[in-house]
Protein backbone atom coordinates (compact mmCIF):
# COMPACT_ATOMS: atom_id res chain seq x y z
CA UNK A 1 0.00 0.00 0.00
CA UNK A 2 2.58 2.56 0.41
CA UNK A 3 4.26 1.40 -2.66
CA UNK A 4 1.41 2.34 -4.10
CA UNK A 5 1.03 6.06 -2.26
CA UNK A 6 4.45 6.73 -3.34
CA UNK A 7 3.54 6.63 -6.76
CA UNK A 8 0.08 8.77 -6.10
CA UNK A 9 2.15 11.25 -4.27
CA UNK A 10 4.64 11.58 -7.41
CA UNK A 11 1.44 12.13 -9.11
CA UNK A 12 0.24 15.02 -7.08
CA UNK A 13 3.31 16.15 -6.88
CA UNK A 14 3.89 16.63 -10.52
CA UNK A 15 0.41 17.74 -11.49
CA UNK A 16 0.26 20.90 -8.81
CA UNK A 17 3.97 21.51 -10.48
CA UNK A 18 2.31 21.20 -14.21
CA UNK A 19 -0.73 22.82 -13.42
CA UNK A 20 -2.91 20.04 -13.39
CA UNK A 21 -4.66 20.92 -10.51
CA UNK A 22 -4.67 24.49 -10.70
CA UNK A 23 -5.10 25.82 -7.17
CA UNK A 24 -6.28 22.45 -5.75
CA UNK A 25 -3.98 23.84 -2.47
CA UNK A 26 -4.87 27.89 -2.85
CA UNK A 27 -5.91 28.66 0.43
CA UNK A 28 -6.78 32.13 1.96
CA UNK A 29 -6.44 33.70 5.18
CA UNK A 30 -10.08 34.42 5.54
CA UNK A 31 -11.29 31.05 5.53
CA UNK A 32 -15.14 30.27 6.47
CA UNK A 33 -14.97 28.84 10.18
CA UNK A 34 -12.21 30.44 11.24
CA UNK A 35 -12.35 33.53 14.02
CA UNK A 36 -9.49 34.94 16.80
CA UNK A 37 -11.44 32.22 19.34
CA UNK A 38 -12.97 29.72 17.60
CA UNK A 39 -12.72 26.47 14.45
CA UNK A 40 -15.69 25.52 13.68
CA UNK A 41 -15.83 21.80 12.21
CA UNK A 42 -18.55 19.82 10.79
CA UNK A 43 -19.34 16.53 9.95
CA UNK A 44 -21.98 14.41 9.22
CA UNK A 45 -22.83 10.67 11.26
CA UNK A 46 -25.67 8.26 11.96
CA UNK A 47 -27.41 9.29 15.15
CA UNK A 48 -30.06 6.92 14.02
CA UNK A 49 -30.92 4.65 11.53
CA UNK A 50 -29.39 1.30 10.83
CA UNK A 51 -25.85 2.14 11.54
CA UNK A 52 -26.78 3.99 14.69
CA UNK A 53 -23.75 2.08 16.85
CA UNK A 54 -21.72 4.40 14.92
CA UNK A 55 -22.76 7.65 16.42
CA UNK A 56 -19.90 6.91 19.23
CA UNK A 57 -17.41 7.93 16.66
CA UNK A 58 -18.48 11.42 16.44
CA UNK A 59 -19.57 11.29 20.45
CA UNK A 60 -16.15 10.23 21.31
CA UNK A 61 -14.14 13.25 18.89
CA UNK A 62 -16.51 16.00 20.72
CA UNK A 63 -15.77 14.72 23.89
CA UNK A 64 -12.28 15.12 23.82
CA UNK A 65 -12.42 18.64 21.35
CA UNK A 66 -14.62 19.59 24.47
CA UNK A 67 -11.90 18.66 26.87
CA UNK A 68 -9.44 20.00 25.06
CA UNK A 69 -11.63 23.56 25.22
CA UNK A 70 -11.70 23.39 28.94
CA UNK A 71 -7.87 23.55 28.90
CA UNK A 72 -7.92 26.74 26.36
CA UNK A 73 -8.40 25.03 23.11
CA UNK A 74 -5.61 25.13 20.61
CA UNK A 75 -3.80 28.81 20.19
CA UNK A 76 -6.18 30.28 22.11
CA UNK A 77 -9.38 29.45 19.81
CA UNK A 78 -12.10 27.12 21.09
CA UNK A 79 -12.67 24.02 18.78
CA UNK A 80 -16.49 23.71 17.66
CA UNK A 81 -17.74 20.45 16.43
CA UNK A 82 -21.18 20.46 14.87
CA UNK A 83 -22.42 17.20 14.04
CA UNK A 84 -25.58 16.63 11.85
CA UNK A 85 -27.51 12.84 11.71
CA UNK A 86 -27.78 11.43 8.09
CA UNK A 87 -28.95 7.72 9.45
CA UNK A 88 -26.93 6.41 7.43
CA UNK A 89 -27.93 7.85 4.19
CA UNK A 90 -26.06 8.95 1.42
CA UNK A 91 -28.85 11.37 0.19
CA UNK A 92 -29.03 12.94 3.67
CA UNK A 93 -25.47 13.56 3.69
CA UNK A 94 -24.96 15.30 0.84
CA UNK A 95 -28.18 17.59 2.43
CA UNK A 96 -26.22 17.71 5.52
CA UNK A 97 -22.63 18.17 3.94
CA UNK A 98 -24.39 21.46 2.16
CA UNK A 99 -26.14 23.01 5.27
CA UNK A 100 -23.01 22.28 7.43
CA UNK A 101 -20.44 24.41 4.47
CA UNK A 102 -23.31 26.85 3.34
CA UNK A 103 -25.02 27.49 5.94
CA UNK A 104 -22.88 26.85 9.01
CA UNK A 105 -19.81 27.98 7.42
CA UNK A 106 -17.65 25.14 8.46
CA UNK A 107 -13.92 25.06 8.23
CA UNK A 108 -13.34 21.41 7.35
CA UNK A 109 -15.61 18.70 7.24
CA UNK A 110 -14.11 16.09 9.77
CA UNK A 111 -14.78 12.70 10.57
CA UNK A 112 -17.78 11.92 8.54
CA UNK A 113 -18.62 7.91 8.84
CA UNK A 114 -19.33 5.95 5.78
CA UNK A 115 -17.86 4.82 2.21
CA UNK A 116 -21.21 5.87 0.44
CA UNK A 117 -21.77 8.88 2.30
CA UNK A 118 -17.96 9.87 1.67
CA UNK A 119 -18.51 9.38 -1.34
CA UNK A 120 -21.53 10.83 -2.27
CA UNK A 121 -20.12 14.78 -0.98
CA UNK A 122 -16.81 14.33 -1.95
CA UNK A 123 -16.96 16.27 -5.54
CA UNK A 124 -18.91 18.84 -3.94
CA UNK A 125 -16.04 18.94 -1.01
CA UNK A 126 -12.80 19.18 -3.48
CA UNK A 127 -14.54 21.69 -5.96
CA UNK A 128 -15.42 24.38 -3.45
CA UNK A 129 -12.03 23.36 -1.56
CA UNK A 130 -13.12 22.35 1.76
CA UNK A 131 -11.30 20.06 3.89
CA UNK A 132 -12.85 16.07 4.29
CA UNK A 133 -10.54 15.56 6.68
CA UNK A 134 -10.25 12.10 8.18
CA UNK A 135 -13.16 9.88 6.67
CA UNK A 136 -14.50 8.02 9.15
CA UNK A 137 -14.18 4.76 6.26
CA UNK A 138 -11.27 2.65 5.02
CA UNK A 139 -12.81 2.50 1.17
CA UNK A 140 -9.57 1.88 -1.39
CA UNK A 141 -11.00 4.87 -3.46
CA UNK A 142 -9.41 7.52 -0.85
CA UNK A 143 -5.96 6.37 -1.83
CA UNK A 144 -6.59 5.17 -5.52
CA UNK A 145 -8.16 8.53 -5.98
CA UNK A 146 -5.57 11.07 -4.23
CA UNK A 147 -4.85 12.82 -7.42
CA UNK A 148 -8.51 13.43 -8.69
CA UNK A 149 -9.56 14.41 -5.11
CA UNK A 150 -6.43 16.22 -3.23
CA UNK A 151 -8.87 17.93 -0.51
CA UNK A 152 -9.68 14.43 1.00
CA UNK A 153 -8.19 12.00 3.42
CA UNK A 154 -8.63 8.91 5.06
CA UNK A 155 -7.64 7.96 8.64
CA UNK A 156 -8.19 4.08 8.94
CA UNK A 157 -6.52 1.48 7.67
CA UNK A 158 -7.95 0.64 4.12
CA UNK A 159 -10.50 -2.53 3.41
CA UNK A 160 -8.50 -3.67 0.92
CA UNK A 161 -5.25 -4.08 3.39
CA UNK A 162 -7.66 -5.49 6.07
CA UNK A 163 -9.41 -8.06 3.37
CA UNK A 164 -5.92 -9.17 2.68
CA UNK A 165 -4.67 -9.87 6.35
CA UNK A 166 -7.68 -11.78 6.75
CA UNK A 167 -7.19 -13.72 3.28
CA UNK A 168 -3.35 -14.62 3.75
CA UNK A 169 -4.18 -15.66 7.64
CA UNK A 170 -6.52 -18.16 6.23
CA UNK A 171 -3.95 -19.14 4.11
CA UNK A 172 -1.47 -19.85 6.21
CA UNK A 173 -3.41 -21.42 8.88
CA UNK A 174 -6.11 -23.54 6.83
CA UNK A 175 -5.51 -25.63 3.99
CA UNK A 176 -8.25 -25.61 1.18
CA UNK A 177 -10.64 -23.67 3.17
CA UNK A 178 -14.28 -22.77 1.79
CA UNK A 179 -14.80 -19.41 2.61
CA UNK A 180 -18.22 -18.08 2.32
CA UNK A 181 -18.94 -14.32 2.68
CA UNK A 182 -21.55 -11.93 3.82
CA UNK A 183 -20.83 -8.82 2.52
CA UNK A 184 -22.62 -4.94 2.58
CA UNK A 185 -23.71 -4.21 -1.28
CA UNK A 186 -21.25 -0.99 -1.86
CA UNK A 187 -18.01 -0.06 -1.83
CA UNK A 188 -16.72 -0.90 1.48
CA UNK A 189 -18.15 -4.76 1.50
CA UNK A 190 -16.66 -5.19 -2.04
CA UNK A 191 -13.13 -3.78 -0.83
CA UNK A 192 -13.00 -6.34 1.77
CA UNK A 193 -14.33 -9.10 -0.78
CA UNK A 194 -11.39 -8.37 -2.98
CA UNK A 195 -8.53 -8.05 -0.63
CA UNK A 196 -9.68 -11.19 0.69
CA UNK A 197 -9.26 -12.91 -2.36
CA UNK A 198 -6.06 -10.91 -2.84
CA UNK A 199 -4.29 -12.44 0.80
CA UNK A 200 -5.92 -16.06 -0.86
CA UNK A 201 -3.95 -15.85 -4.07
CA UNK A 202 -1.95 -18.85 -4.90
CA UNK A 203 -3.55 -21.22 -1.82
CA UNK A 204 -5.69 -24.19 -1.92
CA UNK A 205 -8.39 -21.64 -0.37
CA UNK A 206 -11.17 -19.96 -2.16
CA UNK A 207 -14.06 -17.94 -1.65
CA UNK A 208 -16.93 -20.41 -2.23
CA UNK A 209 -19.89 -18.38 -2.12
CA UNK A 210 -21.00 -14.57 -1.57
CA UNK A 211 -23.83 -13.06 -0.50
CA UNK A 212 -24.85 -8.93 -0.34
CA UNK A 213 -27.53 -7.30 1.52
CA UNK A 214 -28.73 -3.52 1.27
CA UNK A 215 -28.62 -1.26 4.56
CA UNK A 216 -32.38 -0.89 4.30
CA UNK A 217 -32.54 -4.55 4.46
CA UNK A 218 -34.29 -5.75 7.59
CA UNK A 219 -32.19 -8.44 8.11
CA UNK A 220 -29.41 -11.28 6.90
CA UNK A 221 -31.72 -14.22 7.91
CA UNK A 222 -31.81 -15.92 4.14
CA UNK A 223 -28.06 -15.00 3.56
CA UNK A 224 -26.57 -16.97 6.19
CA UNK A 225 -28.96 -20.06 5.20
CA UNK A 226 -27.92 -19.45 1.69
CA UNK A 227 -24.18 -19.44 2.94
CA UNK A 228 -24.32 -22.31 4.88
CA UNK A 229 -25.60 -24.45 2.60
CA UNK A 230 -22.42 -23.54 0.17
CA UNK A 231 -20.91 -26.51 2.70
CA UNK A 232 -17.74 -23.56 3.72
CA UNK A 233 -15.88 -24.40 6.66
CA UNK A 234 -15.19 -20.18 7.20
CA UNK A 235 -17.80 -17.39 7.04
CA UNK A 236 -16.35 -13.68 6.84
CA UNK A 237 -18.92 -10.99 7.87
CA UNK A 238 -17.35 -8.10 5.98
CA UNK A 239 -21.25 -5.95 7.60
CA UNK A 240 -21.77 -3.38 9.86
CA UNK A 241 -22.79 -3.84 13.88
CA UNK A 242 -26.19 -4.67 13.08
CA UNK A 243 -25.73 -6.71 10.18
CA UNK A 244 -23.03 -8.50 11.93
CA UNK A 245 -24.63 -8.97 14.88
CA UNK A 246 -27.63 -11.25 13.12
CA UNK A 247 -24.88 -12.86 10.83
CA UNK A 248 -23.85 -14.47 14.60
CA UNK A 249 -27.12 -15.04 15.91
CA UNK A 250 -28.19 -17.14 12.72
CA UNK A 251 -25.59 -19.24 11.87
CA UNK A 252 -25.74 -20.33 15.45
CA UNK A 253 -29.52 -20.86 14.71
CA UNK A 254 -28.76 -23.14 12.11
CA UNK A 255 -26.00 -24.78 14.24
CA UNK A 256 -23.46 -23.66 11.62
CA UNK A 257 -19.90 -23.64 13.78
CA UNK A 258 -17.80 -22.23 10.92
CA UNK A 259 -14.60 -20.68 12.16
CA UNK A 260 -15.39 -16.57 11.48
CA UNK A 261 -13.55 -13.72 10.43
CA UNK A 262 -15.54 -10.51 11.76
CA UNK A 263 -14.39 -6.93 10.02
CA UNK A 264 -12.75 -4.47 12.25
CA UNK A 265 -15.48 -2.25 12.06
CA UNK A 266 -17.72 -4.76 14.21
CA UNK A 267 -15.49 -5.94 15.93
CA UNK A 268 -16.20 -4.22 19.25
CA UNK A 269 -15.93 -5.78 22.49
CA UNK A 270 -19.79 -4.47 23.48
CA UNK A 271 -20.93 -5.23 19.43
CA UNK A 272 -19.30 -9.14 20.26
CA UNK A 273 -21.21 -8.88 23.41
CA UNK A 274 -24.27 -8.69 22.11
CA UNK A 275 -23.71 -10.75 19.72
CA UNK A 276 -22.77 -13.51 21.84
CA UNK A 277 -26.21 -13.51 23.46
CA UNK A 278 -25.52 -13.47 26.91
CA UNK A 279 -22.91 -16.49 26.34
CA UNK A 280 -25.30 -18.27 24.46
CA UNK A 281 -24.26 -18.20 21.18
CA UNK A 282 -21.66 -21.24 20.23
CA UNK A 283 -20.62 -19.69 16.92
CA UNK A 284 -18.56 -16.64 18.18
CA UNK A 285 -16.08 -18.86 20.25
CA UNK A 286 -13.07 -18.55 18.13
CA UNK A 287 -14.11 -15.64 15.83
CA UNK A 288 -11.04 -13.65 14.22
CA UNK A 289 -10.50 -9.59 13.54
CA UNK A 290 -8.23 -6.86 13.17
CA UNK A 291 -7.72 -4.34 15.72
CA UNK A 292 -5.41 -0.98 15.87
CA UNK A 293 -7.30 0.28 19.42
CA UNK A 294 -7.06 0.19 22.69
CA UNK A 295 -10.36 -1.65 24.48
CA UNK A 296 -11.67 0.14 27.16
CA UNK A 297 -12.96 -3.57 28.28
CA UNK A 298 -9.50 -5.02 28.32
CA UNK A 299 -8.36 -5.06 32.16
CA UNK A 300 -4.89 -4.85 30.54
CA UNK A 301 -5.36 -0.82 29.85
CA UNK A 302 -6.93 -0.59 33.66
CA UNK A 303 -3.52 1.58 34.52
CA UNK A 304 -2.83 3.32 31.00
CA UNK A 305 -2.35 6.56 30.36
CA UNK A 306 -3.91 6.70 27.20
CA UNK A 307 -7.51 4.93 28.54
CA UNK A 308 -7.02 6.98 31.86
CA UNK A 309 -7.47 10.00 30.21
CA UNK A 310 -10.00 8.11 28.29
CA UNK A 311 -12.53 7.54 30.82
CA UNK A 312 -11.74 10.94 32.45
CA UNK A 313 -12.89 12.79 29.28
CA UNK A 314 -15.67 10.48 28.87
CA UNK A 315 -17.42 11.35 32.64
CA UNK A 316 -16.69 14.78 32.15
CA UNK A 317 -18.05 15.31 28.85
CA UNK A 318 -19.94 12.37 27.50
CA UNK A 319 -22.09 11.62 30.70
CA UNK A 320 -24.16 8.54 30.62
CA UNK A 321 -22.22 7.14 27.23
CA UNK A 322 -21.14 3.61 26.82
CA UNK A 323 -17.28 3.96 28.06
CA UNK A 324 -16.90 0.47 27.16
CA UNK A 325 -17.39 1.52 23.27
CA UNK A 326 -14.31 1.21 21.19
CA UNK A 327 -15.77 3.18 18.76
CA UNK A 328 -15.55 6.27 21.68
CA UNK A 329 -12.11 5.29 21.67
CA UNK A 330 -11.85 5.89 18.14
CA UNK A 331 -13.41 9.14 18.27
CA UNK A 332 -10.72 10.07 20.59
CA UNK A 333 -7.90 8.67 18.33
CA UNK A 334 -9.02 11.10 15.36
CA UNK A 335 -9.94 14.44 17.33
CA UNK A 336 -6.08 13.29 18.70
CA UNK A 337 -4.50 13.78 15.53
CA UNK A 338 -7.06 16.62 14.80
CA UNK A 339 -5.91 18.89 17.59
CA UNK A 340 -2.09 18.17 17.10
CA UNK A 341 -2.72 19.23 13.43
CA UNK A 342 -4.34 22.69 14.13
CA UNK A 343 -1.33 22.92 17.02
CA UNK A 344 1.37 22.50 14.06
CA UNK A 345 -0.83 25.11 11.96
CA UNK A 346 -0.25 27.70 14.21
CA UNK A 347 -1.71 31.26 14.51
CA UNK A 348 -3.03 31.40 11.11
CA UNK A 349 -4.83 27.85 9.80
CA UNK A 350 -5.99 27.86 6.78
CA UNK A 351 -7.52 24.83 5.22
CA UNK A 352 -4.76 24.96 2.60
CA UNK A 353 -2.58 24.96 5.86
CA UNK A 354 -4.33 21.85 7.25
CA UNK A 355 -4.29 19.68 4.34
CA UNK A 356 -0.59 19.97 3.30
CA UNK A 357 0.22 19.19 7.47
CA UNK A 358 -2.65 16.19 6.90
CA UNK A 359 -0.25 14.99 4.79
CA UNK A 360 2.74 15.42 6.38
CA UNK A 361 1.70 13.26 9.56
CA UNK A 362 4.57 11.58 11.62
CA UNK A 363 2.87 10.75 15.13
CA UNK A 364 4.08 7.84 16.58
CA UNK A 365 2.35 8.17 20.17
CA UNK A 366 -1.52 8.52 19.94
CA UNK A 367 -2.29 7.33 23.22
CA UNK A 368 -5.72 5.61 22.39
CA UNK A 369 -3.99 3.49 19.83
CA UNK A 370 -2.09 -0.15 20.28
CA UNK A 371 1.71 0.28 21.32
CA UNK A 372 3.69 0.31 18.29
CA UNK A 373 1.09 1.55 15.96
CA UNK A 374 1.96 5.03 14.23
CA UNK A 375 0.14 7.53 12.58
CA UNK A 376 1.77 8.51 9.57
CA UNK A 377 1.39 10.33 6.04
CA UNK A 378 3.82 11.85 3.45
CA UNK A 379 4.66 10.10 -0.31
CA UNK A 380 1.21 10.25 -0.99
CA UNK A 381 -0.66 8.06 1.88
CA UNK A 382 -4.42 8.74 2.34
CA UNK A 383 -4.36 6.08 4.60
CA UNK A 384 -2.77 7.45 8.12
CA UNK A 385 -3.25 4.03 10.15
CA UNK A 386 -1.44 1.17 8.13
CA UNK A 387 -1.00 -1.56 10.78
CA UNK A 388 -3.24 -3.82 13.15
CA UNK A 389 -3.00 -6.70 15.39
CA UNK A 390 -5.09 -10.15 14.70
CA UNK A 391 -7.13 -11.06 17.67
CA UNK A 392 -9.35 -14.44 18.82
CA UNK A 393 -12.69 -13.91 20.69
CA UNK A 394 -12.16 -15.86 23.78
CA UNK A 395 -14.25 -16.72 26.53
CA UNK A 396 -16.06 -13.52 26.52
CA UNK A 397 -13.17 -11.03 25.30
CA UNK A 398 -10.22 -10.68 22.38
CA UNK A 399 -7.45 -12.06 22.73
CA UNK A 400 -4.67 -10.33 20.31
CA UNK A 401 -2.43 -12.75 18.71
CA UNK A 402 1.11 -12.28 16.65
CA UNK A 403 2.89 -9.25 15.85
CA UNK A 404 1.24 -6.31 13.88
CA UNK A 405 0.56 -6.49 10.97
CA UNK A 406 2.10 -3.77 8.26
CA UNK A 407 1.01 -2.70 5.06
CA UNK A 408 4.51 -2.71 3.78
CA UNK A 409 4.53 -6.00 4.39
CA UNK A 410 1.16 -6.99 2.93
Known sequence: MRRQSALVALAVVSALALGALPGAFAGSTADPGITSTSIVLGGTSPL???????????????AYFDSVNA?????????????VDDAYNPAQSVQATRQLVEQDKVFAIFNSLGTEQNIAVREYLNQTKVPQLFVASGATTWGRDAVKYPWTIGFQPSYQAEGLVYGQYVSKTMKKAKIAVLLQNDDYGKDLLVGLKRGLARSGSKVVAAESYEVTAPDVQSQVAKLKSSGANVLAIFATPKFAIQAFVYANRLAWRPRIINNSVSGASNIMLLASEGG????????ISLNFLKDPTDPKWKNDPGMKSYRS????YAKGANVSDVYHVYGMAVAFETVSLFKRLGANPTRAGLLARARSITSPANPFLLP???????????????????????KGKWAPFGGLWESDRL
Open 372 to 394: GIAVRTGKGDNFPIQQGQLQRWT
Open 280 to 287: KNKSIEGA
Open 48 to 62: TGPAAAYASVARGAK
Open 313 to 316: VMGK
Open 71 to 83: KGGVAKRKLEYKI
